[in-house]
């Protein structure tokens, strides 16, 4: 029946319950996008087409409690000729089709929308921005300024362009309304995934869900942007072509698992086959196989430049060491000159899994056809990335379990040392999120209904379509990041550099598949198959962008790297060195250097100076591993407790972090090898040299000119005052190892033997040893700390006059040991080393001025030392926190020695 318009609002309600607009035909059979939805016919077996089983209608009295009962199925009837059996679904072929799962599709039926979403006033022109020729849309139409309406009212012109924010509803208004007003009906479905997470970590009902105190606010967003291209090609840089609406929810009150992230309304694609770059589109009208994700590679390989191509690099491809699948022949191989592989990223679980390679079996796996003999023992996800890789028409696959030889100490340290290249040479990794273990398999790919555990899994994959007016239809939407961060296999450690190393990445999570390289993103339910498709919403919050920084910014992108890879969680702790190494090597690279116990040896001075976030404990020893105090990785991390570099702390040392590293840093740091001798921790001579190009975040420098007598090992002027200390005894070191006891022995030449890059763990012991300045003071609790319920708190540092001289963050459990211990009173001083240059304090640092130096404030500027508070036990002292202290604090040290040039090592 007809259902009368308002305010140019509504449309034509057909029988089938599917909503047109007015005059408008429903659509054929055919695709909305035809040219996207149907891959070229060249390409092979997997590309013959491939059906999907409809699901019956949803009766109202059947509809799910979040939906309206307004909703119906929109998957079409399947014809006799979708019954037939297609040519991969012959006997002869020994699985189902890639692709055999139950899409539900939900379209509320067009309606009055209410009053506050009628007043957006939306239009397909406020969704498009540029003339672009692959855009089919309607005249552009005025849009007036949001901020300009009282009272969070829209004007005559609607919701207006920019990021001014609409109050749309609380989400129990929102939920009150979905049944009547299809936007509300959008936004709320647009939170069912998120929904099913609260009820599943939490103890509470979808009722309260929808009754927590959250707000929706609505804004427009730049969405798509196109690639702008030089006369030969190259990707110059990008304009916009699109906008989506977020929904922005604002919790008042916490709720159980956190924070709402993020939703967003994208406009629907024409139905008339018309072509949208970055509209959404129905994935019935999509085959989400083989064929589509070619194309996305190869639109990737042939669009983006060297962006995205793999590394060229011969090692590790030329070690006896590395090895991959050959899915042919079903056995191990090394891999042929001149050959490209897929990688796959996963997690094993918490049990592993039964088919590994090992010492005992690897014989017979290098026999053709000793995997398929095997075959019984494989977890699903390795079965379904084989069955995929063959589809994708490759050969050659690495998955560790089967390519590292498990239970062999060497080989996994010779391949994990090399992780930046196995991912970073790697034509496509495959990453398996679904699930929490090996078992999971890929779920959109999954033609069984049953997983190896025996447990039925949800197969069907769910759009929210809404006809906003005749002419607008409109879908929810999630960027990628939403799904793969509530994934487990987001927080295992081993996998944060697996995905960040890859060019490119194909993700498999909550039953859905996304396609990311380090240019664009790509999913089947937004049509970005186009050679111009560059960035988009889809692409948000993607740790891959931040790559994009590495040649400019290198340690912007290790510090973003660290804070993220700190929240993972490790199988083995001992791992937290390995995990890193191979992203760790990536940014040396570009910073020239080496990794020592996870810190830039070409930035030592500054890597130094991380802190915990919150209270943190020292990490103990694991399977004969050490870890340093001195490195984060010497330290326990848990997803809320991860170190970090604090723009508080840096304040002032980075704004020329070169010429910081020149003036203002003293220490030539030495570290133990694994001979026990003495190694410079940069001695300049490093195989690997900065390619960044940004002289103000370069690293140490020795002139090619240097003059010895005057210049320290890192190339550092000394003043004649100090030439004495840091030149000509420089190289005197008096304390010995328990170990090591029969002297010190320093050797100056880096070990040529030994892969520069990877000078790390495997090669030096925990122990930094080095000459600095030295003094004793004081601790009392800060009074801006009284009260506070965290464990990490601010104290105060007090000199022999028990005037303040300094700050440091500690964990107050450290503090209450010593209180505790017989051994250790606060009340005798505690020993503070200088490390380096600090700027000034800032505000949340200390927010007075007592005049410890006749200065004001604004004009003190390098008066401070960045300090370590260290405690001492058989000659080896250890970090206990970072702080800052007045440089002429050290003339009034609590003890009778006052300021000392001492000899440490730390360990």
């Not at 305010?7 to 089938?16: A, I, M």
């Not at 296999?489 to 598949?513: C, D, H, V």
């Not at 107050?812 to 505690?830: A, G, H, I, S």
Request: proline share 6%; glycine share 6%; charged share 25%.
């Amino acid at each position: 029946m007809d259902q009368s318009p308002s305010d140019n609002q509504g449309g034509t309600q057909l029988e089938d319950m599917t909503t047109y607009p007015p005059n408008q035909d429903p659509p054929s059979t055919a695709n909305d996008n035809e040219a996207l939805s149907h891959p070229n016919t060249d390409s092979g077996a997997t590309d013959q087409s491939i059906h999907t089983n409809p699901t019956p209608l949803t009766s109202a009295a059947n509809t799910p409690p979040n939906q309206p009962n307004n909703v119906e199925s929109d998957v079409p009837e399947q014809s006799a000729q979708d019954n037939a059996a297609s040519p991969a679904q012959s006997p002869q072929h020994d699985r189902v089709p890639m692709v055999n799962r139950s899409l539900q599709y939900f379209r509320q039926s067009a309606g009055t929308p209410c009053s506050r979403c009628a007043s957006m006033k939306l239009t397909e022109a406020k969704f498009i921005i540029s003339e672009y020729s692959k855009h089919q849309r309607a005249p552009r139409m005025a849009a007036g300024s949001t901020s300009d309406c009282p009272l969070g009212d829209l004007g005559p012109d609607g919701l207006g362009l920019g990021p001014h924010e609409f109050r749309l509803g609380t989400l129990a208004q929102l939920h009150g309304r979905r049944e009547e007003c299809p936007f509300c009906g959008l936004a709320v479905s647009s939170l069912n995934d998120q929904c099913k997470w609260f009820i599943q970590n939490g103890v509470k009902t979808e009722e309260d869900f929808y009754m927590a105190d959250v707000t929706c606010f609505v804004s427009w967003q730049i969405d798509g942007r196109i690639f702008r291209r030089n006369d030969n090609g190259d990707i110059i840089g990008s304009q916009p072509c699109t906008r989506r609406i977020r929904l922005r929810w604002e919790v008042k009150a916490p709720l159980e698992f956190g924070e709402l992230y993020d939703t967003y309304v994208v406009l629907m694609a024409p139905r008339n086959g018309g072509k949208g770059l970055f509209l959404g589109r129905p994935l019935k009208n999509v085959k989400t196989d083989a064929a589509l994700i070619r194309r996305w590679i190869a639109y990737c390989e042939d669009s983006h430049g060297e962006a995205c191509k793999p590394q060229t690099q011969a090692v590790p491809l030329s070690k006896t060491f590395f090895g991959v699948i050959d899915i042919t022949e079903m056995c191990l191989t090394k891999l042929p000159h001149g050959k490209r592989y897929v990688a796959l990223s996963y997690t094993w679980g918490p049990k592993g899994h039964s088919l590994k390679t090992d010492q005992k079996n690897v014989r017979e796996l290098l026999k053709s056809g000793g995997i398929r003999n095997m075959e019984i023992l494989m977890p699903r996800t390795i079965k379904d990335t084989i069955d995929l890789v063959r589809d994708l028409g490759e050969r050659y696959l690495w998955v560790d379990s089967l390519c590292i030889i498990q239970g062999s100490d060497r080989s996994w340290a010779l391949n994990s040392r090399v992780m930046d290249q196995v991912y970073g040479n790697a034509y496509l990794t495959i990453c398996a999120a679904d699930g929490d273990d090996a078992r999971s398999g890929l779920r959109i790919l999954n033609t069984d209904p049953l997983v190896a555990d025996g447990n039925a899994k949800e197969q069907s994959l769910s759009q929210n379509i809404s006809q906003y007016s005749p002419n607008v239809r409109l879908m929810s939407n999630q960027p990628a990041e939403n799904y793969i961060r509530k994934s487990v296999w987001n927080t295992r450690g081993w996998t944060f550099q697996e995905r960040l190393l890859s060019p490119r990445n194909l993700i498999f999570t909550a039953g859905r598949m996304f396609f990311q390289c380090r240019c664009t993103a790509r999913s089947p339910d937004i049509i970005s198959e186009d050679e111009s498709a560059g960035w988009s919403i889809e692409f948000k919050d993607s740790p891959l962008l931040m790559l994009q920084e590495l040649p400019s910014r290198p340690l912007s992108v290790y510090k973003q790297a660290l804070e993220l890879y700190m929240a993972r969680r490790l199988t083995q702790p001992k791992d937290i060195l390995a995990a890193f190494t191979g992203m760790g090597n990536l940014i040396c690279n570009a910073l020239g250097g080496s990794l020592v116990y996870g810190l830039p040896s070409s930035h030592f001075d500054w890597a130094l100076l991380w802190e915990p976030r919150d209270a943190a404990f020292a990490r103990p020893s694991e399977g004969g591993e050490e870890f340093p105090s001195w490195s984060w990785c010497g330290w326990k991390n848990t997803p809320t407790q991860v170190m970090e570099y604090k723009d508080q702390m840096l304040a002032g040392c980075e704004d020329n972090l070169h010429a910081w590293l020149m003036r203002h840093t003293w220490i030539t740091w030495y570290i133990r090898d694994g001979n026990g001798k003495l190694r410079l921790v940069w001695d300049g001579k490093s195989k690997t040299k900065p390619t960044h190009e940004e002289s103000t975040w370069k690293g140490y420098h020795i002139p090619h000119d240097v003059d010895s007598q005057t210049h320290d090992k890192y190339g550092r002027y000394v003043e004649r005052s100090e030439r004495e200390n840091r030149i000509n005894k420089s190289g005197i070191f008096e304390l010995i190892l328990d170990e090591c006891p029969y002297g010190v022995d320093i050797t100056g030449e880096l070990d040529l033997n030994t892969d520069a890059r990877n000078s790390s763990t495997e090669r030096y012991m925990p122990y930094l040893q080095f000459k600095t300045w030295s003094a004793f003071f004081r601790i009392q609790e800060d009074p801006l700390s009284a009260g506070d319920a965290r464990d990490f708190r601010r104290y105060s540092i007090l000199d022999y006059k028990e005037d303040w001289c300094g700050t440091i963050l500690l964990n107050k459990f450290w503090v209450k040991l010593d209180k505790q211990d017989p051994n250790r009173d606060l009340n005798v001083p505690l020993e503070f080393i200088a490390i380096s240059d600090a700027k000034k304090f800032s505000d949340s640092e200390y927010n007075a001025w007592s005049h410890y130096i006749p200065v004001t404030r604004k004009e003190s500027s390098w008066d401070l030392y960045y300090v370590l508070l260290i405690e001492t036990k058989s000659g080896i002292s250890k970090r206990v926190g970072l702080g800052k202290v007045f440089k002429e604090a050290f003339e009034n040290s609590c003890q009778d020695e006052g300021k000392q040039w001492k000899e440490f090592i730390l360990g």
